[in-house]
């Protein structure tokens, strides 16, 4: 092998045709068990193995079928997305008519809710069954830009037969994600496509510069949103006595009164007003308000003492590959949310460690470099505030107090799926003989 990298500057200077039988080689011998004479990248490489864990056909892949008319208005219509999607037109619209793309954008689940730009672009994703509505996640089209982009959470740039099905080996396509700045959840890719000569790493400059724009006006938009709360809200507090805040529907804090102000409270995601009890609160009144809710504190029960019930049980639910999630019960009530792929990951390593784990092992286990100590702290930090004692530290684990209990699928290769940690690499290629048993009262 040889020691030069094959990286995207590099196949851009090529000659096309040039370029796609060098990448054709590398495909071929990768896909025959053959040390190929460069390497693949690493993104591409990684999401090879992914795609053949599914496995997928090379040729022509496996269509899922498009969503009913219906089914993509009414995607659409529940996107933050579709609120941006004047900011995405106009930064990759012009490109996409220039230089013979396609404009694409898709929701979180990598299904098509809006494709616009070249007419002769346009056609060939229709012969190849990627028309509004199909999806384009790794399982279902393989290694593209858009699906792979959706596990790495990153911009992604996939050049001709870089893709795992040959039918596509044609296009090349550059996508990034657009993160949710409420929640850091990712809510769907920008993505342009076209012929393999057309794309070049500048168009994976433009594409991750124009989701960054979309990101920043979904910023603007709920900053907005927080400050009509406020006024609403504070006239409100001020007739309350005790503790008590008022939270957007996104649980980011409006205003407060009687106590530090949080910046954000992570609530459940079926949410209602009455009581209930919150990780990081305890038992709190919940009361509507407009475009938000009313929280106050529960401080005094019958004898005086407060009521901040510490959770005794933690079901860590990864069945779904897509909706990994999280309950937690204890004396005052139980709580249920989804995860953050990244939280789930790290909650994964730690119920697989009773005995806990430093911030060096926990970044081995992640991203196979004991050095990224700051992110895996920076994570914790945000889990522990979330969960309201459930972890403790040095080293990380689950407190002793609590008993937990892991949920994973029957099938090793749908745990966590899109995860490329190597703790969960590991998982997938060796499942653990003990069988993971329903619980009572389970999350659904």
Known sequence: MTDEPLDLARLSAMEPGRATRLLSGVRAAAFAGRQPRLAPRKVIHDSWQRVRLHGLDPEQGAHAGLLGLDEVEHRRRSSPLGTVLPTLR?????????????????????????REGNQSVLRKADQLGFGVGASWAEETAGTNAVGTSLVVRGPVQVHSAEHFVRAYHPLSCCAAPVLDPRDGRLIGIANLTGPAP??????LALVTAVAKLAEGELRERHRESVDRLRSVAAPVLARVGGRALAVDRNGWTAAVTGMLPPDRVPLPKSFQAGRCWLPPLGVCTVEPLPEGWLLRLDDEGPDGAEQRAEPSRVVLDLRRPRQPGLSVAGAAGRWAQELTPRHAELLYVLARHPEGRTAAQLAE??????????????????IRRTLGGVLDHRPYR???????????????????????????????????PRPTKPVTGQPN
């Open 398 to 432: 689950f407190a002793d107090r609590v008993r937990v209990e892991l949920l994973t699928p029957p099938d090793a290769a749908q745990l966590l799926p899109h995860s490329t940690a190597p703790a969960l690499l590991a998982a997938r290629a060796t499942p653990s």
């Open 198 to 203: 057309a794309i070049t790493p500048a168009t």
């Open 90 to 114: 106009e930064g990759l619209m012009a490109a996409a008519e220039e230089a013979w793309h396609m404009m694409v954008v898709t929701d979180a689940e990598g299904r098509v809710l809006w």
């Open 365 to 382: 286990d992640l991203f196979g470099d004991p050095a990224r100590t700051v992110t895996v702290r920076a994570e914790l930090s945000r």
